[in-house]
């Protein structure tokens, strides 16, 4: 798998989600195109296993303590992560992710995708 | 849920709450991530939910400086909360209600104010008050319209289908 190409394409249907009203699947696609690029370049770079157990929280922990801005990086990265359990699971209503949010949010990942190829 | 865990979670919940007075805490798993442990806030103005949620990332160094565990933010805003049931509501079981508090605020009419501030707690406590001491369609003259055609006696929750009446305003105790 091309973890830039997923998290590419993942990121362009939350983009068109978004625009047409489809919060919870664009909250859902925004954070997985986030962490595979994030979880691409650990994968990738610092051999960082990539098993389901606990992935999320495990690659919030490499993030936060093996990066330079990665205590910052990590806000934004686990503020979509907590919004996309919210899309997936829960009956709470998700809203509309704007500008802002999704700018922090595609620089962080953007960011980790020159990484992995770096 | 093993004690060591169930150890951790009440640990995370009573800071929580301690960070948190005006509003319902509890702790949640992540439905996703064993490895993180939800803190689920209830009843949150729109507008706060963001900054809600950073204070419960800052938290999570606060309570585990060596990155034992992730904290997730499950933030609930007023809306939300309004529309589930207690059994639907994991918070309902950690409700702590004042009741000479709730007594006063009945007393005074005010309960569509203090709504607003404290949905869920409102609720519930009501249910409780409305359940020992009063006929449920006087309690439900208390609420805002709005809450009102949410939670009318004849309803039921839209998740459990248990009717509010039987459902939140006996058992919120």
Redesign the interface.
């Known amino acids: 798998m091309s973890y830039k190409k997923r998290s590419d394409e993942f990121w362009d249907a939350a983009e068109l989600c978004n625009s047409n009203d489809l919060y919870a699947a664009a909250a859902s696609r925004f954070y997985y195109g986030l962490f595979l690029a994030v979880c691409g370049f650990f994968v990738t770079k610092k051999g960082f296993d990539p098993n389901p157990?606990?992935?999320?929280?495990?690659l919030?922990?490499k993030l936060?303590?093996e990066e330079p801005d990665g205590k910052r990086d990590a806000?934004v990265f686990?503020?979509f992560?907590?919004i996309r359990?919210?899309a997936?699971?829960?009956?709470?209503?998700v809203?509309k992710i704007d500008l802002t949010e999704r700018s922090k949010a595609d620089a962080v990942r953007q960011k980790y995708l020159k990484k992995m190829v770096g | 849920m093993e004690p060591e865990r169930q150890e951790v979670f009440s640990r995370v919940e009573c800071v929580a709450r301690e960070r948190f007075p005006e509003y319902t805490v509890v702790a949640e798993s992540d439905p996703s991530d064993s490895g993180s442990i939800g803190v689920g806030v209830y009843g949150v103005p729109l507008a706060e939910v963001s900054a809600v949620r950073n204070i419960i990332y800052d938290l999570e160094e606060e309570i585990f400086p060596r990155g034992e565990y992730c904290l997730s933010a499950f933030v609930r805003d007023v809306e939300y909360t309004r529309q589930y049931c207690s059994q639907c509501m994991p918070e309902a079981k950690a409700l702590s209600i004042d009741m000479d508090e709730l007594c006063l605020q009945l007393s005074q009419k005010e309960s569509s104010k203090w709504m607003d501030s404290t949905p869920i707690n409102g609720v519930a406590a009501l249910g409780r008050y409305a359940s020992e001491k009063m006929d449920v369609s006087i309690v439900t003259d208390f609420l805002s319209s709005d809450c009102r055609d949410k939670w009318s006696p004849n309803e039921s929750c839209p998740s459990s289908g248990v009717p509010v009446v039987e459902n939140n305003f006996d058992r919120a105790a």
Do not use: G, I
Not at chain 1, 88 to 93: I, L, M, V
């Open positions: 157990s606990n992935v999320h929280s495990r919030l922990t936060k303590e806000r686990r503020e992560k907590d359990v919210d997936d699971y829960a009956k709470a209503e809203y």
